[in-house]
């Protein structure tokens, strides 16, 4: 099995987080991928941004899909998913979908963990989307400077631990979702410092992802997910182009 996941932000120190849980949380023969956006911003934190970023993410689907036996959108919010989920012949997941996923087997009230304040409308826009409104119990974000982005996790260990906690104490969270790419991994160290289970976004959307793609389920040919109708256009990668093409 192969799976391609897509940094939606330009970061490479934030694609290497990713790759690393990615493969650490794969199956034995899974094989992972990461692309980093050729263009767009270090972090995402604003619907413009994500904006920016779910192109980005259709550029290099369009051009890389070829071969894979899944997509996963790999920045928190999944900008881009629904519209990929239209015109991919392969299933795709994004970190907020399968992180809420899991965390919806795990207990009832869930809190996210993120890492800006300026991160949370958006995100409470995308939870509620997803139909997990009524399940949240928080969003709590840091409130700080971020140096490097690639580096979050160790510059403010101690400060994501204690918004988890008062997660719990506080909101009467069930389970923590850690929110982000460049959180990516840090459930691991988290690991039995909580009273409540913690979820990562990329190790859930990449056994996700294996799961859609052992089932086989097909695609969709008629509905809101078929694909896009036939009309004129011009001015489009040549990659998007295709898949626009592509025999319905």
Request: net charge neutral; aromatic share 4%.
């Amino acid at each position: 099995m192969r799976i391609l996941l897509i940094n939606l932000n330009i970061s490479e120190s934030v694609s290497e987080l990713i790759a690393s849980e990615a493969r650490r949380s794969a199956s034995p023969g899974t094989e992972v991928e990461v692309l980093t956006a050729p263009f767009g911003v270090a972090y995402i934190e604003t619907r413009f941004e994500a904006l920016i970023g779910g192109y980005a993410a259709a550029q290099l689907a369009a051009e890389h899909h070829t071969g894979y036996d899944a997509v996963v959108v790999a920045a928190f919010g999944d900008p881009g998913l629904s519209a990929l989920r239209e015109v991919l012949p392969v299933p795709v997941t994004g970190m907020t979908e399968a992180a809420l996923a899991s965390a919806h087997l795990l207990g009832h009230r869930i809190s996210i963990i993120a890492i800006s304040q300026r991160i949370q409308a958006w995100y409470r826009e995308v939870v509620e989307s997803y139909g997990f409104g009524g399940r949240l119990a928080s969003i709590r974000a840091l409130d700080r400077p971020i140096t490097a982005i690639g580096g979050v996790q160790q510059e403010h260990a101690q400060a994501l631990l204690e918004l988890a906690e008062r997660a719990v104490r506080d909101d009467g969270a069930e389970v923590i979702v850690l929110a982000g790419a460049p959180l990516a991994g840090l459930a691991r160290s988290l690991h039995g410092r909580l009273p409540v289970p913690v979820v990562d976004g990329v190790s859930s959307a990449v056994r996700h992802a294996e799961t859609l793609a052992a089932l086989k389920p097909g695609r969709a040919s008629r509905g809101s997910f078929a694909m896009p109708p036939a009309k004129p256009h011009r001015g489009l990668p040549d990659a998007i182009a295709r898949l626009l093409d592509s025999p319905r």
